[in-house]
């Protein structure tokens, strides 16, 4: 499966964006789909998972209650809602597909494919 991220930009603190993530091939709806994010001089941190079919989301603490992950798999695409945007959200977020299930959702490691990443600053 390939990936395409979009939907980043340069918003105020406080702020809200929505990122697109869309696959291409007929698999997607069989894939745990993942975001993941990486800062200037950091690592690439798990930011949050679904599940294949879309029943099972999990999210970074340092997200929760502000970014919602969801996914339509009609039209092979994953989004990540973000709201109340602060400064330390700003990095490349990029997506994943996973094969393997359920397990291991938080770690790169377990991700087969990635999308190209999209940037997002939040100002203060």
């Known amino acids: 499966v390939q990936l395409q991220a979009s939907g980043g930009g340069l918003v105020q603190a406080g702020g809200s964006l929505r990122l697109s993530c869309a696959a291409s091939?007929?698999?997607?709806?069989?894939?745990?789909m993942g975001w993941f994010r990486q800062a200037p001089g950091k690592e690439r941190e798990f930011v949050a998972a679904?599940?294949?079919?879309?029943?099972?989301?999990n999210s970074a603490d340092s997200v929760r209650g502000r970014f919602t992950i969801s996914r339509d798999n009609a039209k092979n695409t994953m989004y990540l809602q973000m709201n109340s945007l602060k400064p330390e959200d700003t990095a490349v977020y990029y997506c994943?597909?996973?094969?393997?299930?359920?397990?291991?959702?938080?770690?790169?490691?377990?991700?087969?494919?990635w999308g190209q990443g999209t940037q997002v600053t939040v100002s203060s």
């Open positions: 091939g007929r698999t997607f709806s069989a894939y745990v």
């Open positions: 679904i599940s294949a079919s879309g029943g099972g989301i």
């Open positions: 994943a597909a996973k094969s393997t299930g359920w397990p291991n959702k938080t770690l790169k490691e377990a991700y087969d494919h």
